[in-house]
Nanobody
């Protein structure tokens, strides 16, 4: 069974930092691209960041460019999202996702990703 488990969320003040982690099991991790999405109450799930199988290509939503960094450690079956300069509008449940398909295209669409974690809450106070 494929499982993705997010951790690292919490409450942080405006301008603070958090690092989210995603632990993957039940798949050959290095063969899957990884993505992060977020969903605020009453809103649709939106793309945050994605990283290719080898880590050679990364993609970011305009809203987080320059503040967030996605990375992966294939030896540990882990993906990460380092979030700096957090803003109240970053408040959401953050989800880890994976896909066996190339993310050269479609990296920002939820339908691209086959597996999803349970989500971790990030709250940024003003």
């Amino acid at each position: 069974q494929v499982q993705l488990v997010e951790s690292g969320g919490g409450l942080v003040q405006d301008g603070g930092s958090l690092r989210l982690s995603c632990a993957a099991s039940g798949l050959t991790f290095s063969n899957y691209a990884m993505g992060w999405f977020r969903q605020a109450p009453g809103k649709a799930r939106e793309f945050v960041a994605a990283i290719s199988w080898s880590g050679g290509s990364t993609y970011y939503a305009d809203s987080v460019k320059g503040r967030f960094t996605i990375s992966r450690d294939n030896a540990k079956n882990m993906a990460y999202l380092q979030m700096n300069s957090l803003k109240p509008e970053d408040t959401a449940v953050y989800y880890c996702a994976s896909t066996p398909f190339s993310i050269a295209t479609g990296w920002g669409t939820t339908t691209k990703y086959k597996y999803w974690g349970q989500g971790t809450q990030v709250t940024v106070s003003s």
